[in-house]
């Protein structure tokens, strides 16, 4: 039998103050807009409806290997699937249904060997799936239209004013992207060595903060945010670029030689990322389910030293992860607190948990110490509260009922 693996699915310059709260009254009307056409009344939540859902999701199993999705095409009908996936390849992996570039549903870090499920919501249309590797070839999902429409399980009211409010937060961070981007890559191209080092930490943490918005354009995270892993070839894929392959020519290398044209991609694409963020509607689910993303990345990558593996800078991003995410608790915690008030306490106790072991690890200059540092214990009690938070996160969804 294959083991199943717990996981959770995972997605201009500065506003000036003055502006901020024109722009939070645009975002949100034009979300109200928006989801009042596609919103009938809430349905209420009962044990005989949970069940008629249940029995009507389509269920549908597929595998990934090293070369790719089996099978490499789907068809669905519109409404409510679980994907079961079997990562049957060397590596975890992650498996997203594709809009073009836009991610609609993911599942990330599924480890070898392991499955697990994916229910998604979609409507009629044709789809690619992410399998795997970024090299291997992308598979097809068709979803064809069956006469009738899934209810939406949300009230507009409820969520418009805090979607509109992390839309202004999202765009912030994205503007400090650019503008510490701009002085990093900046060094980058003129070979300052010590001044690139210098920024790159500080600079991907508004990458990191923003990462369940940013990572929803699937061309951009792949060129901006990938690891040498997700490709076949790995350091030496020429298709391996942005932050990281910056970092390892930094940090590993001790060179700047032959990162002209990646620093200069690197800035191109975030300034093509503040612009599609300006333009984008956020989904409910792509902010509530962003609170767990951001918690199951930090298990996944960043609490093991995966993610920045030549700096050693892992605990800032690990730390603006956890700031990121609890802004989303933040905003969704009037309506949380309404309906479970226990879950709510229960992830504001494990995120001062998380908080206090990070604190003992501040730098005397600001920032983080680098991760070799973090002694074993604390890192294994990180892992443990973590696991408990990402479940307890993964529950914002069905809370607030939002598919």
């Known amino acids: 039998m294959v083991p199943k693996q717990p996981g959770v699915?995972?997605?201009s310059r500065?506003?000036?103050?003055?502006?901020?709260?024109?722009?939070?009254?645009?975002a949100a009307t034009l979300l109200a807009f928006n989801l009042s056409a596609c919103t009938t009344n809430a349905p209420n939540a009962t044990n005989s409806s949970n069940a008629t859902e249940a029995s009507a999701l389509n269920k549908v199993a597929l595998t990934v290997t090293d070369k790719g999705c089996e099978p490499n095409q789907l068809s669905v009908p519109a409404g409510k699937t679980s994907f079961e996936i079997t990562n049957q390849s060397s590596q975890p992996l992650e498996w997203e249904i594709l809009d073009g570039v836009k991610v609609v549903e993911e599942r990330e870090n599924i480890a070898p060997g392991f499955v697990q499920d994916l229910k998604a919501d979609l409507e009629a249309g044709e789809y690619d799936?992410?399998?795997?590797?970024?090299?291997?070839?992308?598979?097809?999902?068709?979803v064809t239209a069956?006469?009738?429409?899934?209810s939406a399980v949300i009230t507009p009211s409820q969520l418009v004013a805090?979607?509109?409010?992390?839309?202004?937060?999202?765009?912030?961070?994205?503007?400090?992207?650019?503008?510490?981007?701009?002085?990093?890559?900046?060094?980058v191209i003129a070979g300052d060595i010590t001044k690139a080092k210098?920024?790159?930490?500080?600079?991907?943490?508004?990458?990191?903060?923003?990462?369940?918005?940013?990572?929803l354009f699937s061309d951009l995270d792949g060129s901006m945010d990938a690891r040498e892993d997700d490709f076949a070839k790995k350091a030496d894929d020429p298709e391996f670029t942005g932050f990281h392959r910056i970092e390892?020519?930094?940090?590993?290398?001790?060179?700047?030689?032959?990162?002209?044209?990646?620093?200069?991609?690197?800035?191109?694409?975030?300034?093509?990322?503040?612009?599609?963020?300006?333009?984008?509607?956020?989904?409910?689910?792509?902010?509530?389910?962003?609170?767990?993303?951001?918690?199951?990345?930090v298990a996944a990558t960043k609490v093991s030293g995966e993610e920045d593996r030549y700096s050693r800078t892992d605990l800032w991003d690990f730390n603006a992860n956890v700031e990121g995410s609890q802004k989303i608790v933040t905003l969704l915690r009037p309506l949380v607190e309404k309906v479970n008030p226990d879950l709510q306490k229960r992830v504001d106790t494990a995120f001062a948990q998380v908080n206090t072991t990070l604190a003992k690890y501040k730098a005397p200059g600001g920032g983080f110490v680098e991760y070799d540092q973090l002694a074993k214990g604390d890192r294994d009690d990180l892992?443990?509260?973590?696991?408990?938070?990402?479940?307890?996160?993964?529950?914002?969804?069905?809370?607030?009922?939002?598919?």
């Open 9 to 11: 699915s995972k997605q």
């Open 14 to 26: 500065v506003q000036p103050k003055q502006q901020e709260r024109s722009l939070i009254f645009s």
């Open 129 to 142: 799936m992410g399998c795997g590797l970024r090299s291997n070839p992308k598979g097809k999902l068709t």
């Open 146 to 150: 069956t006469g009738t429409s899934a």
């Open 162 to 187: 805090p979607i509109a409010e992390y839309k202004v937060y999202v765009i912030q961070e994205i503007d400090q992207l650019v503008i510490k981007n701009q002085a990093f890559t900046d060094a």
């Open 198 to 215: 210098d920024l790159y930490a500080p600079t991907r943490v508004h990458w990191e903060r923003a990462e369940p918005i940013a990572e």
């Open 248 to 297: 390892k020519a930094l940090f590993q290398d001790n060179t700047t030689e032959g990162m002209k044209p990646i620093a200069e991609k690197l800035m191109a694409d975030t300034l093509d990322l503040q612009k599609r963020i300006m333009e984008l509607a956020i989904e409910p689910k792509n902010m509530v389910g962003g609170a767990a993303a951001l918690i199951e990345e």
């Open 383 to 403: 892992k443990a509260v973590l696991a408990t938070l990402s479940e307890d996160l993964s529950q914002f969804r069905g809370t607030l009922g939002v598919d």
